[in-house]
């Protein structure tokens, strides 16, 4: 049975992507800081903030045949007003956390010459974004799973990403009024993207895409920023 670690399990894309995995038959490690609600396989407790104590952890879960890269932060704060622990969480969940993750997955994979990752990046990835950590760490995110598709391609490895346009989920609702209605606005289908619609895509980019796609990031977000 293939397993798949998701982190940001506990709502959102990332419960939905659990869903996903466990209904074609894998297991399911799902990572979350806390879990609101329904728990999706085996529950790992786990602060991504605590960087140093990422190999230990995954180490302790055994084989991984694909990690997907969820969980993120956002804070819609003003330009000028951005409180330097905001800016800290934002940079060490949704960049150092993920990327601390690769690393700690690679060798097991290497050894196999087998594996998947996909990280959650965004359409924020592509525009000079209102929230300014949050786009600069989602761009960079996407860059990172390019560097990552090179270095560990030969191994049999696959790395890919996601950018999905706004989702409905908790962080979309903090979002103000004025900002989905900009969405509203800007994607043809008329509604905000539904976590089991990106879920679908991570599910294929981590189990079933031919093995020569790697180093991509595949859309979804209704062509709210067309490229």
């Known amino acids: ?5 998701v982190t940001g399990a506990g709502r959102g894309i990332g419960l939905a992507t659990a869903q996903a995995f466990a209904l074609l038959g894998w297991k399911v490690w799902s990572l979350d800081k806390a879990f609101p609600g329904e728990v999706v396989g085996e529950r790992v407790d786990y602060d991504l903030r ?11 879960l055994g084989t991984i045949d694909t990690l997907v890269n969820n969980a993120g932060v956002l804070y819609c704060d003003p330009y000028d007003a951005i409180p330097q622990a905001h800016a800290a969480e934002i940079l060490t969940v949704n960049l ?6 690769i690393e700690a997955v690679a060798p097991q994979m290497r050894k196999r010459k087998s ?8 359409v924020a ?23 990552y598709a090179s270095h560990l391609g030969r191994d049999g490895i696959l790395v890919n990403a996601v950018a999905p346009g706004p989702t409905q989920s908790a962080m979309y609702e903090q979002l103000p009024q004025s900002r989905k209605d900009a969405v509203m606005r800007a994607v043809h289908a008329g509604r905000a993207c539904t976590p089991e ?3 679908k895509v ?26």
């Open 1 to 5: 049975m293939p397993a798949v670690l």
């Open 50 to 60: 605590e960087l140093a104590e990422i190999p230990q952890m995954v180490g302790k």
């Open 96 to 101: 150092r956390a993920p990327v601390a993750l």
């Open 115 to 122: 594996g998947r990752i996909v990280s959650v990046g965004s």
């Open 125 to 147: 990835a592509f525009t000079g974004h209102p929230d300014l950590w949050y786009g600069a760490t989602k761009a960079a995110l996407l860059n990172i799973t390019k560097s």
């Open 197 to 199: 619609e990106v879920a």
């Open 202 to 227: 991570i599910l294929w980019l981590g189990s079933a895409s031919p093995d020569y796609v790697s180093g991509t990031t595949v859309d979804v977000n209704s062509g709210s920023y067309p490229r």
